[in-house]
Structures are given as C-alpha cells and as structure tokens.
C-alpha cells in the first residue's frame, strides 16, 4: 500500500494568459502552467489538476483542500463585461456614481477622460425615502415607488440590481425592505446586492460604487464559482473549495459568490503573503514583491513580515495609473500598484514614433505571436524569445513550442520597419520600455510611501518575472534579488501560505472620548461572533484548530473635521476609559510618524471599526546559505543579443533542478526551469539557499570593469 499523505493541498491561480496550479502533499510539490480558458475558466482548472493528479500518482479523494483565486472579476469590471445592473437609490442621489468626488483626477489636462460608470443614467432609480443618520425615519420608503422602478427594470432586462440608501450602512431597515419588494417583482433570475451587506461604511460615493460593481459581477462569478464546484464534485474532488480574497485571507464558495468584489486581487494578494513569507524566511526586514505574469505586473512593499493593507482600490485606472483615475472600491486590500505590463503585453510604435508597450494584453487566446494561435502583435514574450532569453523547447515544461519565425514577424513589423530598426534593435526597445515602465510604477509607489527601495531586497516571482527582475532591480538602485523555488507559479503558492480570515467592518461617527462603552463592547463583540461564524468552520473543514484562531481589531481615527483616518489597533478584552487612552496615545504618535506634527487639544473622533478573526500564519523554516559547493556546471551555452554592446554574447545556460544547495554561479547566465527563466546579466551572480531559493547580487555595475 502507497504511504499516502492524508491531506494534499492543491491551489488554483487563474492569470489572463495562464491558470497555474500547485499540489502540494508532505515535502513534495507538484505544478503546472496551462492556457487560461478565458470562456470556460473553469475547464483550465480542470485540466490542470488532472495533469497534477497525474504526476503525483494521487487520487482525488487525496486532496484534501483546494484554494483557488481568478482575475475574473476583475477582467470583468475594467473590459465592462458584466452584467447589466441598476441602480435603486434615495431620490436626489441617482448622479452620485458621475459627481464621484466632484474634482478632476488631473487638474490641467482638459482632455481627461473618465471612467465609464458601471450603471448607466437611465438605469438608475430614485425613490422617495430618508433615514437620518442617528436612525430618524425622516421619510418612509415609498413602496409603490420601489414597485413601478421594479417594472422599469424589469422592461429594461437588468440582470442585477444595486440598492444603496442613504445612511443605510448604520440603519439598514428600508433597504432590507426594498430588497423584498424588488425580489417579489423581479424574481430570483436577477441578483440584488444591499450597500449596507456588501460595504457597510459611510461615504455614499464608495459605497454606491462598491455595491454597484459587487451587482455587476455577481452573476458571472456565482456561475463560474458553481460550474467549478459541480465540476471538482464530478471528478470526485468532494473537499472545501476556499477563495483567496483581496485582503490576503481566505474565505467560504458561498460568501465568495455573495460578496466577489472582495476577490477583485486575489491573484496579487496570493503573491504578497508569499513575499512575505519569504521575508521572514531569508531574514529580510524589507521586501519588494515583483509579480510579472502574462499580463500585468504587480509591485507591493512589504515590511516586517507583512504586507502593506489598505481599505480602498482603484479598479483599472485608465490614466497613467494616477489616483481618481480607476473604479473606487472599499473593500479590504493588500496595497500594491499594478500596471499592464506582462509576457503578453502588447508593442506598439505611437503617433510620435515612440515604442509603448501594454497596458493592452494579447492573453492566452489568441497570444504572443509566437505561440502560433493566430495572434500577429508582438509581446514582450516574442521579445524575449528573438533575444534568446527564452529557449522555445522547454517554455512551459516543453508543452508550448515556440515559434521564433512568427515573433521575429511581427517584431519587424509593428516595430522595427516604422522606426526603421532590425527585428533585434526592436525586441530590444520592447524589453526596455516594459521595465522602465515597471521601474517607474515602483519608485512611484516606493516616494508615495516614503520608503528607500536601494534597502529593499526584491522578491521575484511569476512566469516573466524572473526574466527582467535583475535588469529592473539595478534601475532602481536595488542590490539583491530572490527568485523563489516554483517562482513560475508564485501567487499560487501564496495562496497555499495564506490564513483564512473574515474582516467584519461597521461605520459608527462620533467623538473616541464620548463612545458609550457597554454599547461599543457589545457591537465589538457581535462583529466578532460575525467574522468568527465565516472562518471557524471553513477551518474545521481544512483541518485547523479553531481554539487557534487570532481576533485583530482596528480603528479608524481621525481629528475632528478632517477628511482622512489613520488604523489603530484596539486594545484587547472590553474598552474602558483606560483602553481609550492608550488608543488616543497610539493615534498621536501614528499621526506624529505620518505628518510630522500633532494638533494639541484637538478631539480625535471614530469613523469605523473593524473586527478580523484569522487561523495563525505557519511558522517558517529559516533559510541558510550552506557551505559552498563549487562552481555551477552549466548545461550549455546559448547565443542572448546583449543590448549594452549590441552583440551578441554567450550566456551560459543552467537547470535549476541540477544546482546544488550552495552552487554558486556568475552572468551572463540563464537558469531555466518549467514555468520561467531567470536572466543573470553581466555583473550579477547567484547562489542557491539551504530552502532552493535563487539569490541574485549585484557585483558591480554593467560595464564596470
């Protein structure tokens, strides 16, 4: 009888041009790299864990969870692919979604444009109805109203519908009301979101647009997030199906296809828990994860051992990724900066002959011109391969072969004849227009925080990731580069390292020193008993003590007047008068690190409050460089056109799984694994740890002598 590990893990990352899954079953690992199924996602899915189930020699009855997170609502809200939604809201407030902030993201451009709105003018009602904020009924809900918008809604074939009121996140009555009256009239064929469920918080704007996008995707994600389901029942996966959310933890199918805008993230937050895991591994205090797929690519700080967190996002910024620019939505967010700059983003020569890369992705279907699927745009992919950093016979395991001819094409078409360049002088500005590109969202998002990435050690992981991260960390002074063992598959494995964990979030205005105690432990004690009612028993089902589990409890603060808070931890066990204190301190010196400066005598007043109940993050093996074992033996050597001389140079060229813990190797070099390649440019050199991670140091300058 086979020694069968109890309980494989298996996660699931579905990327715009691959799905990459990872099984993991004691101290073995197994992963794949398949084309995402863009109509189908779900059959990707599928046919990756075969493959999976296959190598490993495991039955299905052994896997006993399955993590999975998709950028399938995501894609859905910037490409406006969703569901046709309409709005229900208090009379008066219909042009919220276009007042948004009422100011211009831009201040001097008069050609700006903006975001469309999710819901169009006419699809949006207003009916009579006002709950003071205190909960004052002001005026009744007008149901005959609710009832003939139900009508216009239904003659119009919306497949959604948002309702957002107006102080509905703190009085929630009318709202529920309407709920009940839409659903008698439009039926259960068509989703109805409530603001005061899917973003309880104040601020009418984000809400309305978050309850709105939250419509909008539902549908297709409920669907997807079911087809997925009977699917793994059918091939006798009968284990919990958890979902990567935003905010870095896990979460039940059912609360993911209630509330799917909170998965909008999930990939890059799957990358982000395994950066800092990998922190605290190598004993980094400070870490850039770098996640470069075949359609974006992803840059967030991480310090401490955790992630930056936030509790807004901007969807699909259409303008230079500037602030007010995107979607708003208020959700629980890892903080990272995103950019359409991936393996399949597209090149181009504009109006001012000058190279531009993305943010447009040829995905999986029809691709890179060099996949041989129909596509004719050339892609940083086809870029790659004509420089001869990529070897067509092992891309994705061998399973893709690679059409160089087709890549070269289209290089000298798109690029090289309007700028009258050779195929090479092209591939070549493709590569250095995508990483100054990324380079720049870095440093931009680096100065907005105040942090000095020259003391950051990179994290590089995804499928293109490891080809550009030396060249992108030198143009940002960076030193150190790490490229994770299965770094092809990166956010996957993240996903495998995350905890699972519910933020239960409440608006509750007012001053901090004047909040009635009795009351506030009893509503801190019910938003626990809430987040504890969503994790408990998903960690039953993955195995996991639920006596183990940690509560955290923050508070946004803020003087009074101000526009803007900061997060503070709650003291543990019931607030009184003494708690209060330590947090009116802790708000002074946050808000001393942040402005440099405090308002003496000014009252500190409460916006929210927010409850998170998690299973504990698993401890780390620390990893060590051992004792060295020599020089790398490369398996050959391959002809890379080198930009910096315009010649062509001999890179040796390595098998990631021959090295040695502690073999040393120095660039020009190439390390080829199933599901990427790590360049190693002239000046660099790597090691390999005690855990098979790849460690990059810059030796000097390229060019230096």
Same mark, same amino acid.
């Given at each position: ?24 079953? +004691? *101290? ?35 896997? @006993? ?35 948004? #902030?009422?100011?211009?993201? *831009?201040? #001097? ?77 439009? /039926? ?60 870095? /933890? ?16 999930? /990939? ?36 401490? +051992? ?5 509790? %807004? ?40 002959? %000058? ?15 060099? #996949? ?16 001869? %950093?990529?070897?067509?016979? %092992? ?94 598959? @990166? ?54 003590? *639920? ?125 080829? *694994? ?8 002239? /000046? ?22």
């Amino acid at each position: 009888m086979n020694a069968t590990p109890a309980r494989a893990r298996l996660a699931a990352d579905i990327g715009g041009t691959f799905t990459d899954l990872v099984l993991e079953h +004691g *101290e073995q690992r197994h992963s794949c790299k398949v084309l995402t199924t863009a109509r189908a996602p779900e059959q990707g899915v599928m046919a990756g864990i075969q493959r999976l189930l296959a190598e490993s020699g495991l039955a299905p009855a052994d896997i @006993g969870l399955i993590l999975h997170g998709t950028t399938l609502a995501t894609n859905a809200l910037i490409e406006r692919k969703g569901a046709r939604t309409a709005l229900l809201t208090t009379e008066g407030f219909r042009d919220v979604l276009e007042m948004g #902030y009422e100011k211009r993201y *831009e201040q #001097y451009d008069v050609n700006i444009e903006r975001p469309v709105e999710l819901v169009p003018r006419p699809l949006r009602f207003g009916v009579h109805e006002r709950m003071a904020a205190d909960g004052t009924v002001l005026r009744a809900l007008d149901e005959a109203a609710v009832r003939r918008a139900a009508q216009a809604m239904k003659a119009a074939q919306v497949q959604a519908v948002a309702v957002g009121f107006l102080h509905a996140y703190a009085w929630p009555a009318h709202e529920q009301r309407a709920r009940e009256l839409l659903a008698a009239e439009l /039926g259960p064929a068509v989703t109805i979101c409530l603001s005061s469920e899917v973003c309880p918080e104040m601020r009418e704007y984000e809400r309305f647009s978050t309850t709105c996008a939250n419509s909008y995707v539902r549908p297709l994600m409920a669907g997807y997030l079911q087809r997925l389901r009977t699917d793994l029942d059918a091939a006798g996966l009968a284990c919990p199906l958890l979902l990567m959310m935003s905010g870095g /933890g896990l979460t039940t199918l059912d609360l993911a296809a209630r509330y799917p805008i909170r998965l909008v993230e999930s /990939g890059p937050a799957g990358g982000a828990i395994l950066a800092a895991t990998l922190g605290r591994e190598i004993g980094a205090k400070k870490v850039m994860a770098f996640d470069m797929g075949g359609t974006t690519a992803k840059v967030c700080l991480i310090s401490g +051992g955790e992630p930056e967190r936030a509790r %807004r996002f901007e969807i699909g910024r259409i303008y230079r990724n500037l602030k007010g620019s995107g979607l708003p939505v208020r959700i629980p967010v890892i903080e990272l900066v995103e950019i359409g700059a991936g393996g399949g983003s597209i090149g181009r020569v504009d109006a001012l002959s %000058r190279i531009t890369v993305g943010p447009d992705s040829a995905g999986a279907e029809p691709g890179p011109a060099c #996949y041989g699927r129909g596509g004719r745009s050339p892609t940083v992919t086809d870029a790659n391969l004509v420089l001869g %950093r990529i070897d067509a016979g %092992r891309f994705a395991g061998g399973r893709l072969a690679l059409d160089e001819a087709a890549a070269r094409a289209a290089l000298q078409r798109e690029v090289g004849r309007p700028l009258q360049l050779d195929a090479l002088w092209a591939a070549a500005g493709v590569c250095e227009i995508v990483e100054e590109n990324m380079a720049n969202a870095a440093r931009v998002h680096a100065v907005e925080r105040g942090q000095s990435l020259p003391e950051f050690t990179m994290v590089a992981f995804g499928g293109a990731a490891p080809l550009h991260a030396a060249r992108v960390a030198a143009k940002l002074g960076m030193a150190r580069v790490l490229v994770p063992r299965g770094a092809g598959v @990166g956010s996957a494995i993240g996903f495998l390292r995350a905890p699972m964990a519910f933020e239960v979030v409440r608006s509750s205005h007012g001053r901090l020193r004047e909040a009635g105690m009795e009351a506030l432990n009893q509503r801190l004690e019910a938003m626990q008993a809430e987040a504890r009612a969503v994790v408990a028993p998903a960690a039953r089902g993955a195995g996991v003590d *639920e006596n183990s589990l940690r509560v955290e409890r923050l508070a946004e603060l803020r003087y009074e007047g101000q526009g803007h808070e900061l997060r503070i931890a709650v003291p543990d066990g019931e607030l009184d008068a003494a708690a209060v204190q330590r947090m009116l301190a802790d708000f002074e010196a946050a808000y001393q690190r942040s402005y440099g400066v405090t308002i003496p005598d000014a009252e500190v007043e409460v916006v929210t409050w927010s409850v998170t109940v998690s299973t504990t993050a698993a401890a780390v093996t620390p990893a060590t460089l051992p004792p060295p074992a020599g020089v790398a033996v490369p398996i050959g050597t391959r002809k890379v056109w080198d930009p910096a001389t315009g010649s062509t140079l001999d890179f040796a060229q390595y098998w990631r799984f021959d090295l040695p813990l502690g073999a040393w190797l120095a660039g020009p070099a190439l390390v080829v *694994e199933h599901e990427t390649t790590t360049l190693v440019p002239p /000046g660099w050199a790597a090691t390999v740890d005690s855990l098979g991670h790849l460690h990059l140091q810059r030796q000097h300058e390229e060019g230096e002598a």
